[in-house]
């Protein structure tokens, strides 16, 4: 009798469908992301179940970083990588179809291509720094500005995109990722209501930046950019040059000009010399911040304060 028993359960065992090892594995898939700001929704959705890897940490930039031991070791066992795309992390462009060609790919500016803004050419709008440093087809998403993070209403379809992705690899804890998504964006939501009415009463005050990195956040808020004065932080600008951005600062009549955390506090102080702008610094990957959870909401209400106090009379 006992015999026949363990045959029937045996039996049982064998008709029941293998579970992906993936799926049982308590520490959930490997997953890496390419910055900070995503690396930080990617974890909230994650919450619970494991935790994704971070690629470019500290102040590094996506535009021309270059990949360590380590993190290519992470790219080749990688089950998902999320990034933004070729334009802003070219460097991640030939890693990931060597290393991390097994890896299931979720590229934000190709799932979302419909809903990205056009890159802003000509005028007071000059070309972004990183456009000469991607080597990769320039017609591939170059209409598009990649810097989609910086509008809570679309760090929500972030969110989602990656709980659907996460579903499908690792579905044993699909409820898990579907729960924290909902979360997640509710509070992008709270989030998004809180700058709109911090940031309202400077709607029409003329700002410029260095780099034109902030046309999503500008758009979620109506803000009133008025030009960027790109220079690349790693060479200071002759005297002539110095003389055409301060007529430009002054042209467009801005009352704050935003720099970057990587630009020189001196070049900056001599590059708005004589203009009458304030300065200011934003950033836009958050590289002062701790990764993490809280990075996406510490980094958003940091570009808001900032900016707030630069724009105030």
């Given at each position: 009798m006992r015999k026949s028993i363990i045959a029937v359960l045996f039996a049982v065992f064998l008709a029941v469908p293998a579970?992906?090892?993936?799926?049982?594995?308590?520490?959930?898939?490997?997953?890496?992301?390419?910055?900070?700001?995503?690396h930080s929704l990617v974890a909230g959705v994650m919450e619970g179940v494991g935790e994704p890897q971070l690629l470019i940490k500290?102040?590094?930039s996506p535009h021309g970083y270059v990949l360590r031991p380590s993190e290519a070791r992470l790219l080749a066992d990688a089950q998902l990588v999320v990034w933004v795309g070729h334009r802003?992390?070219?460097?991640?462009?030939?890693?990931?179809?060597?290393?991390?060609r097994k890896a299931r790919q979720l590229e934000l500016a190709e799932e979302l291509e419909s809903v990205l803004l056009p890159v802003r050419e000509g005028g007071?709008?000059?070309?972004?720094?990183?456009?000469?440093?991607?080597n990769h087809d320039p017609d591939e998403h170059a209409e598009h500005d990649q810097h989609l993070w910086l509008?809570?209403?679309?760090?929500k379809q972030v969110v989602e995109k990656t709980a659907a992705v996460l579903a499908e690899i690792d579905p044993v804890h699909q409820q898990q990722y579907l729960k924290n998504a909902a979360r997640l964006?509710?509070?992008l939501d709270k989030l998004h209501a809180r700058l709109s009415t911090q940031l309202d009463?400077?709607?029409?005050?003329?700002?410029?930046?260095?780099?034109?990195?902030?046309?999503?956040?500008?758009?979620a808020y109506g803000l009133n950019a008025v030009g960027s004065i790109t220079i690349d932080p790693e060479r200071r600008p002759g005297a002539v040059r110095i003389r055409e951005l301060r007529a430009k600062i002054k042209a467009l009549n801005a009352r704050c000009v935003f720099s970057e955390p990587q630009f020189?506090?001196?070049?900056v102080a001599t590059v708005i010399e004589g203009t009458g702008a304030k300065t200011g610094i934003l950033d836009p990957l958050g590289a002062e911040l701790p990764a993490g959870l809280e990075n996406y909401f510490l980094l958003m209400n940091a570009l808001a304060d900032n900016l707030v106090a630069g724009l105030r009379d």
């Amino acid at each position: 009798m006992r015999k026949s028993i363990i045959a029937v359960l045996f039996a049982v065992f064998l008709a029941v469908p293998a579970v992906d090892v993936l799926a049982a594995d308590p520490q959930g898939p490997k997953v890496v992301v390419s910055i900070k700001p995503l690396h930080s929704l990617v974890a909230g959705v994650m919450e619970g179940v494991g935790e994704p890897q971070l690629l470019i940490k500290g102040g590094g930039s996506p535009h021309g970083y270059v990949l360590r031991p380590s993190e290519a070791r992470l790219l080749a066992d990688a089950q998902l990588v999320v990034w933004v795309g070729h334009r802003l992390e070219g460097f991640l462009e030939k890693p990931l179809s060597t290393l991390g060609r097994k890896a299931r790919q979720l590229e934000l500016a190709e799932e979302l291509e419909s809903v990205l803004l056009p890159v802003r050419e000509g005028g007071s709008w000059e070309a972004h720094i990183d456009d000469h440093e991607n080597n990769h087809d320039p017609d591939e998403h170059a209409e598009h500005d990649q810097h989609l993070w910086l509008n809570p209403l679309l760090a929500k379809q972030v969110v989602e995109k990656t709980a659907a992705v996460l579903a499908e690899i690792d579905p044993v804890h699909q409820q898990q990722y579907l729960k924290n998504a909902a979360r997640l964006k509710e509070r992008l939501d709270k989030l998004h209501a809180r700058l709109s009415t911090q940031l309202d009463p400077y709607r029409s005050v003329p700002y410029a930046v260095f780099h034109d990195a902030y046309q999503y956040f500008e758009s979620a808020y109506g803000l009133n950019a008025v030009g960027s004065i790109t220079i690349d932080p790693e060479r200071r600008p002759g005297a002539v040059r110095i003389r055409e951005l301060r007529a430009k600062i002054k042209a467009l009549n801005a009352r704050c000009v935003f720099s970057e955390p990587q630009f020189e506090s001196r070049l900056v102080a001599t590059v708005i010399e004589g203009t009458g702008a304030k300065t200011g610094i934003l950033d836009p990957l958050g590289a002062e911040l701790p990764a993490g959870l809280e990075n996406y909401f510490l980094l958003m209400n940091a570009l808001a304060d900032n900016l707030v106090a630069g724009l105030r009379d």
